[in-house]
């Protein structure tokens, strides 16, 4: 099983930006399917998570401005992100319990 992340790119701040993880099979009971960051210097962290029930968790630092989604028949991950800041940049990883995603970079600057 293989993750494809997509979707990150340079924003500027207060912009938006929609990270999709494909996966090459199904995984549907692969619980819970999460995205993770990694800032430079910084260790990598836990940004939301969701399982297939549809029960999410964030991060604080993200609650209200990012929304985790997935789509079972696409075997999709979804993290949409709005209000971006600065703090925000950082390559986005997607996880599946045991599987890693190569990572997508965002970078939120003026």
């Known amino acids: 099983v293989q993750l494809q992340a997509s979707g990150g790119g340079l924003v500027q701040p207060g912009g938006s930006l929609r990270l999709s993880c494909a996966a090459s099979t199904n995984i549907f009971s692969i619980n819970p399917r999460a995205w993770y960051r990694q800032a430079p210097g910084k260790q990598r962290e836990l940004v939301a998570s969701?399982?297939?029930?549809?029960?999410?968790n964030y991060a604080d630092s993200v609650k209200g401005r990012f929304t985790i989604s997935r789509d079972n028949a696409k075997n999709t991950v979804y993290l949409q992100m709005n209000s971006l800041k600065a703090e925000d940049t950082a390559v986005y990883y997607c996880?599946?319990?045991?599987?890693w995603g190569r990572g997508t970079l965002v970078t939120v600057s003026s």
């Open positions: 969701i399982r297939s029930g549809g029960i999410t």
């Open positions: 996880n599946a319990g045991n599987i």
